[in-house]
């Protein structure tokens, strides 16, 4: 686990935030290299499968010129949804290392990381990661 990575993850989130999208940034590191990074973009794309992950693991593929990444890692504020945890598997990503747990799917991805081996760790810069979603949710609750 490295720190640094995380904090390009919260990099993303912070261009996600200021395009009024939910605060979420993935990257996806090999051999301590950064090939894949991305950040939500549902709103601006009005297209449902825009998660930070998803655009992270398009990217990653690319560059690796393989839909195989079984010797990389994902950084990502928030904990993958069903979606992501999906294509995380579909990929072979091995490691996941998360911000913040994702309360509305945490009890169904738990399950699917430890039956994969999927290694997933979390509370990594927890404090600064919250602080970008309570950011964004303040300024929903304020335009209601």
């Not at 995380?6 to 996806?28: N, Q, R, W």
């Amino acid at each position: 686990m490295n720190e640094k990575y995380m904090y390009l993850a919260i990099k993303e989130a912070k261009k996600a935030l200021k395009k009024d999208e939910i605060p979420v940034g993935a990257v996806i590191i090999k051999n301590n290299k950064v090939i894949g990074k991305g950040y939500n973009k549902k709103e601006i794309t009005k297209n449902a499968l825009m998660h930070a992950e998803i655009i992270a693991i398009e990217k990653a593929c690319k560059k690796n010129k393989d839909w195989r990444l079984e010797n990389c890692e994902m950084y990502v504020t928030m904990e993958p949804c069903i979606m992501c945890t999906g294509a995380i598997i579909e990929t072979r990503i091995k490691k996941v290392y998360c911000g913040i747990r994702n309360n509305t799917t945490k009890e169904i991805t738990n399950q699917i990381y430890k039956d994969k081996k999927i290694e997933i760790s979390f509370g990594i810069l927890e404090d600064e990661i919250l602080k970008l979603i309570n950011t964004f949710f303040g300024k929903i609750r304020k335009n209601k």
